[in-house]
T-cell receptor, first 114, second 118 residues
Framework: AQSVAQPEDQVNVAEGNPLTVKCTYS??????LFWYVQYPNRGLQFLLK??????LVKGSYGFEAEFNKSQTSFHLKKPSALVSDSALYFC????????????FGRGTSLIVHP | EAGVTQFPSHSVIEKGQTVTLRCDPI?????LYWYRRVMGKEIKFLLH????????ESGMPNNRFLAERTGGTYSTLKVQPAELEDSGVYFC????????????????FGSGTRLTVV
């Protein structure tokens, strides 16, 4: 079985400050990890993924995520938040060689204050 | 290129009625997925089409839900009769990856249909 936990329903951060949106996962095997973002009235957009290789993955809009195998985490980060980053963020996981259908988390609402 | 299109964007129906949701994937994407998010909860997989064939429908909640993809283009998801617990946002996604793995390109999602059953 595979699962994802996003422990925070909401994250608040001031514009210009660094942001972190947390994600931990559980899979039986090697994980493939994804972050998606949903802006208001829009579909989910693919941000970045970890498949293999370098643990630090860079994605769209200046976001990055670090794969930490020992902590089974894949936290999303950005050095300097923008008000326009305010959105709903979803972490997803699937296991290498297993079901190709990813399991999504509950989502974390990021609010960036001016 | 045009994205994944879903309509209607919102639908409010009474319990017991029928609703049909439509999804137009990105042209050329053989893989089409339906997902649902109940308020505040995870996005749950419903089913996966490869062209017109159902590859995996393990997430369909019950036989009140019927998905079709005639001709391998657009897809419809019909709920009949609708129940209160069917309320949520229904997302459609498509992918061009071979085998539907979504590894190379990720999935492209539509903006969803918000279904409210009253």
């Amino acid at each position: 079985a595979q699962s994802v936990a996003q422990p925070e329903d909401q994250v608040n951060v001031a514009e210009g400050n660094p942001l972190t949106v947390k994600c931990t996962y559980s899979v039986s095997g090697n994980p493939y990890l994804f972050w998606y973002v949903q802006y208001p009235n829009r579909g989910l957009q693919f941000l970045l993924k970890y498949i293999t290789g370098d643990n630090l993955v860079k994605g769209s809009y200046g976001f990055e995520a670090e794969f930490n195998k020992s902590q089974t985490s894949f936290h999303l980060k950005k050095p300097s938040a923008l008000v326009s980053d305010s959105a709903l963020y979803f972490c997803a996981v699937r296991v290498s060689g297993g079901s190709y259908i990813p399991t999504f988390g509950r989502g974390t609402s990021l609010i960036v204050h001016p | 290129e045009a994205g994944v299109t879903q309509f209607p964007s919102h639908s409010v129906i009474e319990k017991g009625q029928t609703v049909t949701l439509r999804c137009d994937p990105i042209s050329g994407h053989d893989n089409l997925y339906w997902y649902r998010r109940v308020m505040g909860k995870e996005i749950k997989f419903l089913l996966h089409f490869v062209k017109e064939s159902k590859q995996d429908e393990s997430g369909m909640p019950n036989n009140r839900f019927l998905a079709e993809r005639t001709g391998g283009t657009y897809s419809t998801l019909k709920v009949q009769p609708a129940e209160l617990e069917d309320s949520g946002v229904y997302f459609c996604a498509s992918s061009q990856d071979v085998g539907g793995q979504g590894l190379s390109y990720g999935y492209t999602f539509g903006s969803g249909t918000r279904l409210t059953v009253v």
